[in-house]
């Protein structure tokens, strides 16, 4: 079965500083993408980073960066510099590449929200 | 604006009347999703579409909900015989289908409140 964990319902991060939001995923396929959403609070779902299992290099995306870790099968997400304009819901997503091309869906975790203080 | 719409964005409607939501994908994709999401959680897999052949469905997806995709753009959810239980966010995505770890990418979403 596929699973994506986050265990961090809320997260506070000073402005300007960096802030890591954790995720760990479970799946017996070889090969699956991992990609991280952020959800403002007027609900759109808006891409940021992507990191495929067979990747030998961690994804970056300006402040965006995962920490991809497959032994540990981690995928946490550093927000470096925060901005006020972070502030909003983070979820961690899985796509599982089956070879039968059916069943191609997203597992999402139950997200993070993140505070940016001033 | 060339990204996924939806619309309505907004559903107020009275438990046992039936709601349709229809989603606009990005148009040279040919995938599309839907998606359920209530507060605190994240989105739940109903079903997608693969040009206009529904190829998977959730579970979730009881049997008072139908979704369609007549020519393969555009789609359309309907729940039929509303339950205050259907009130959620209603996201509808698309992706470029590929063996690579190509991103979906999600419209605003459909607020439903059953009353």
């Known amino acids: 079965a596929q699973k994506i964990t986050q265990t961090q319902p809320g997260m506070f991060v000073q402005e300007k500083e960096a802030v890591t939001l954790d995720c760990t995923y479970d799946?017996?396929?070889?090969?699956?993408?991992l990609f991280w959403y952020k959800q403002p609070s007027s609900g759109e779902m808006i891409f940021l980073i992507y990191?495929?299992?067979?990747?030998?290099q961690n994804a970056t995306e300006g402040r965006y960066s995962l920490n991809f870790q497959k032994a540990r099968k981690s995928a946490n997400l550093v927000i470096s510099a925060s901005q006020l304009g972070d502030s909003a819901m983070y979820f961690c997503?899985?796509?599982?590449?089956?070879?039968?091309?059916?069943?191609?869906?997203?597992?999402f975790g139950t997200g993070t929200s993140l505070t940016v203080i001033p | 604006d060339t990204g996924v719409s939806q619309d309505p964005r907004h559903k107020i409607t009275k438990r046992g009347q039936n709601v349709t939501f229809r989603c606009d994908p990005i148009?040279?994709?040919?995938?599309l999703y839907w998606y359920r999401q209530t507060l605190g959680q994240g989105p739940e897999f109903l079903t997608y579409?693969?040009?206009?052949?529904?190829?998977?469905k959730s579970r979730l997806l009881s049997d008072r909900f139908s979704a369609e995709r007549p020519k393969g753009s555009f789609s359309t959810l309907e729940i039929q015989r509303t339950e205050q239980g259907d009130s959620a966010m209603y996201l509808c995505?698309?992706?470029?289908?590929?063996?690579?770890?190509?991103?979906?990418?999600f419209g605003e979403g459909s607020w439903l409140t059953v009353v």
């Open positions: 799946t017996s396929d070889p090969s699956y993408g």
């Open positions: 990191q495929g299992s067979y990747d030998q």
């Open positions: 995505a698309s992706s470029l289908v590929s063996l690579s770890g190509n991103t979906i990418y």
């Open positions: 997503a899985m796509r599982v590449l089956e070879l039968s091309n059916t069943g191609n869906q997203f597992y």
């Open positions: 579409f693969q040009n206009e052949a529904q190829l998977e």
């Open positions: 148009s040279e994709h040919n995938r």
